[in-house]
């Protein structure tokens, strides 16, 4: 099989969870799984997730049962509690979360698309910041709503160095995109 998940993969992908699960089970997608699944982007080599499941054996096996799915040639990264993965807070984020798609017991969800800007903003590596103006595009998001959503994010930022780049980060991403305009 290929060494890249596109969005024919990634629904089979789904198929699979979903014909193991013994109960249901919720799952958020994020990164660039989710630029995969709206066709942002053509193909990725990894499938990223925070998962909420009701049965602890699902729980604790759904982590290597994902990969088995996925193949070796995928990486997966997932866990019960994807709030700062990147080292950003992310509150909020199952309540925010977008429905995709239901696969039987299987709830797809995904980061609400400006959660995901800005979880590519903190990171800040030049895929990273083209991922995010793609999603401003895409979801036609507005500057007022990432701006909402950032201060939110900002309170409740423990006070750190890294707290101080991802507002400096935020800036020149925001600037960059006026400018564009």
Same mark, same amino acid.
């Given at each position: 099989?290929?060494?890249?998940?596109?969005?024919?993969?990634?629904?089979?992908?789904?198929?699979?969870?979903?014909?193991?699960? =013994?109960?249901? +089970?919720?799952?958020?997608?994020?990164?660039? &799984? /989710?630029?995969?699944? #709206?066709? *942002?982007?053509?193909?990725?080599?990894?499938?990223?997730?925070?998962?909420?499941?009701?049965?602890?054996?699902?729980?604790?096996?759904?982590?290597?049962?994902?990969?088995?799915?996925?193949?070796?040639?995928?990486?997966?990264?997932?866990?019960?509690?994807?709030?700062?993965?990147?080292?950003?807070?992310?509150?909020?984020?199952?309540? =925010?979360?977008? +429905?995709?798609?239901?696969?039987?017991?299987? &709830? /797809?969800?995904?980061? #609400?698309? *400006?959660?995901?800007?800005?979880?590519?903003?903190?990171?800040?590596?030049?895929?990273?910041?083209?991922?995010?103006?793609?999603?401003?595009?895409?979801?036609?998001?507005?500057?007022?709503?990432?701006?909402?959503?950032?201060?939110?994010?900002?309170?409740?930022?423990?006070?750190?160095?890294?707290?101080?780049?991802?507002?400096?980060?935020?800036?020149?991403?925001?600037?960059?995109?006026?400018?564009?305009?």
């Amino acid at each position: 099989m290929s060494s890249l998940l596109d969005q024919e993969r990634l629904r089979l992908f789904f198929e699979g969870i979903s014909r193991e699960i =013994r109960s249901d +089970l919720t799952v958020y997608l994020t990164g660039g &799984t /989710v630029l995969i699944y #709206h066709g *942002i982007r053509p193909a990725t080599t990894d499938i990223d997730f925070g998962f909420d499941a009701t049965d602890s054996i699902d729980r604790e096996s759904l982590p290597e049962l994902a990969q088995r799915i996925a193949g070796l040639d995928i990486r997966v990264q997932c866990s019960e509690e994807m709030a700062g993965w990147s080292l950003m807070p992310l509150p909020r984020y199952r309540e =925010r979360a977008l +429905l995709l798609g239901r696969y039987g017991r299987l &709830t /797809v969800k995904s980061i #609400h698309p *400006i959660d995901l800007v800005l979880a590519k903003v903190h990171r800040g590596y030049a895929e990273d910041l083209a991922d995010a103006k793609a999603l401003m595009d895409h979801f036609q998001l507005s500057m007022e709503e990432l701006g909402v959503r950032f201060k939110e994010i900002f309170a409740a930022y423990p006070a750190s160095t890294e707290k101080g780049e991802f507002r400096q980060g935020f800036d020149r991403f925001v600037q960059r995109l006026q400018e564009a305009k």
